[in-house]
């Protein structure tokens, strides 16, 4: 069966994957929430509207109203490949988020996590 590239799946099927994996670790939707609006510039109040929408992930990536220009200073493996060595800069910003919410589940302080 052929993988079906991330970019084009619904935000509102993978975002909710990304809120479990951080509850499973006993973080809340409001900090995955909070780490996406860091990222993207997008609000919660827009995260729970893209949940009951057609937008796709890339789309959501794409349409960012605010990309945080600190996210450049992401670095760390995700699924074996370093953020920072991703070329394409809508895949890099996907693995970004990806990152932040592997740091939120292993209990990084949020301080740390928003590279304040």
């Given at each position: ?8 799946m619904?935000?509102s ?11 499973k670790?006993?973080r809340t939707?409001?900090e ?8 993207t510039?997008?609000?919660a109040?827009?995260l729970?509207q893209?949940?009951?929408s057609?937008i796709t992930y890339g789309a959501?990536?794409q349409?960012a109203?605010?990309p ?6 992401i670095?760390?493996?995700?699924c074996g490949v370093k953020?920072?060595e991703i070329?394409?800069p809508?895949?890099r910003?996907?693995r ?5 919410v592997?740091?939120l589940a ?5 301080e740390?996590i928003?590279?304040?």
């Amino acid at each position: 069966m052929p993988r079906t590239d991330v970019t084009q799946m619904p935000f509102s099927r993978v975002y909710p994957l990304l809120v479990a994996k951080a509850g499973k670790k006993g973080r809340t939707r409001g900090e995955v929430d909070e780490v996406t609006s860091w990222l993207t510039g997008y609000t919660a109040e827009e995260l729970a509207q893209f949940e009951c929408s057609d937008i796709t992930y890339g789309a959501f990536f794409q349409n960012a109203p605010h990309p945080n220009p600190n996210r450049t200073l992401i670095t760390g493996k995700v699924c074996g490949v370093k953020v920072e060595e991703i070329d394409d800069p809508l895949m890099r910003d996907i693995r970004c988020l990806d990152k932040l919410v592997d740091e939120l589940a292993k209990g990084k302080p949020m301080e740390c996590i928003l590279r304040k």
